[in-house]
């Protein structure tokens, strides 16, 4: 069976070492010595200030809307996984969907000043697949209107911006480290922001409101995370290069063999160093599509349609028309990728499409 994805598997010894340490110490999680080797370590690296290590990617966006106190309206994308709106909701904010610009598959920036009303107070755009939204004309409308921007950066992990880490950019910006991400912790996730006293508040948010032992700075949730999880971290973090370059050449692999006028790709934005975290494809129908898919399906290969559906048919919610983002998300196709995908599984899958889509 092939998979869309698989997650990272570093040495099984290079795991169980970091464990072996764990026993050793008897700590297990709050604020552990390996939660704040990897938090540091991720910090250098990205050449960000302020990182947040935390449980998962859906409790950091839920952080960021809480610690920036957003109520009303908020303009967010319907192209992105699921955790995107519903963490709006759950905040009790009210999610404003703006289309798509149909190239990049991100929000349309040149849409979004028409959809702020007296009640919007943030923007919450996803930089989809890895690759980063129209970021300074984003900023420039925020800043217009007095808006918030918090980035769902949940695909970018490595992925640059005008020569530094995406992870810059916005008021806040938040990452997944689930297992199915270009790096992970099993489970895991981050928020990143630029702003100290900002990042302070989220540290005492994320561990109870805690600011000393006996002692409460604001109200809080327990969304910290363990020793366990930080191994795991470390454990792959020794491999992020050859993961990120495994990506990069199995993507140019498709990019050059799966030539076809019924396939398009993503347009990465200018100004962005695309990480290679996804392969998406965008066929000419939802038919063709269909197609592909049956005829992957009967050699026991899985791709995904990530995302679909749009996220503006979510049952919860009102339906605001994104016909951009509807016709996308019929014909989007995400490809097998992943760090032991071998060349022989891309060319059967580059087979059955080209022969799919010939008719043959
Ligand atoms: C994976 C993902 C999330 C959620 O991250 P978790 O760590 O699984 O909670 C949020 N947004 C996007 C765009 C994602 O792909």
Redesign the pocket.
């Known amino acids: 069976m092939i998979p869309v994805t698989k997650p990272f598997l570093p040495p099984k010894e290079q795991y169980i070492k970091f464990v072996d340490d764990i026993f050793a110490r008897n700590w297990l999680t709050n604020n552990g010595p390996l939660v704040n080797k990897l938090e540091s370590e991720l910090r250098d690296y990205l050449q960000v200030n302020n990182l947040l290590y935390l449980t ?3 409790v950091a ?1 839920q952080l960021a809307i809480k610690v920036l106190d957003l109520q009303g309206e908020i303009i967010t994308t319907p192209f ?2 699921v ?2 709106t519903s963490s709006i909701a759950w905040e009790q904010c009210h999610p404003v969907f703006v289309d798509i610009d149909a190239a990049t598959c991100n929000i349309d920036a040149s849409r979004i000043e028409a959809a702020i009303t007296d009640k919007t107070t943030a923007i919450l755009a ?1 930089h989809c697949f890895g690759n980063a939204c129209e970021i300074d004309q984003i900023q420039e409308v925020a800043d217009r209107h007095g808006l918030r921007v918090i980035y ?1 950066a ?2 970018c992990f490595a992925t640059n911006y005008k020569g530094q880490s995406i992870f810059n950019y916005g008021d806040i910006s938040t990452t ?1 480290f ?1 297992a199915t ?1 270009v790096f992970h912790t099993t ?1 895991g ?1 981050a928020v990143f922001c630029r702003d100290k006293a900002l990042a302070d508040r989220m540290g005492f948010m994320r561990n109870f409101g805690h600011d000393g032992p006996e002692r409460f700075a604001e109200v809080g949730i327990n969304a910290k995370n363990s020793e366990f999880h930080a191994a795991m971290g470390l454990a792959v973090f020794n491999h992020i290069e050859e993961i990120l370059a495994r990506r990069k050449s199995q993507s140019l692999y498709y990019l050059d063999k799966l030539k076809s006028p019924d396939i398009r790709f993503i347009e990465i934005t200018e100004g962005c160093t695309f990480n290679y975290a996804y392969f998406p494809v965008i066929f000419s129908s939802e038919g063709k599509l269909l197609q592909c898919i049956e005829q992957l399906n009967r050699r026991r290969i899985f791709p995904r349609r990530y995302f679909y559906p749009s996220l503006s048919d979510l049952p919860y919610l009102e339906k605001q028309p994104t016909p951009i983002c509807d016709d996308i998300s019929s014909r989007v196709l995400c490809l097998p990728l992943y760090h032991t995908l071998a060349r022989e599984v891309q060319d059967l899958v580059i087979e059955i499409i080209r022969e799919t889509l010939s008719g043959e």
């Open positions: 998962n990617g859906t966006i992105s996984y955790a995107t996803t769902d949940a695909h997944s689930h991400k489970e996730g």
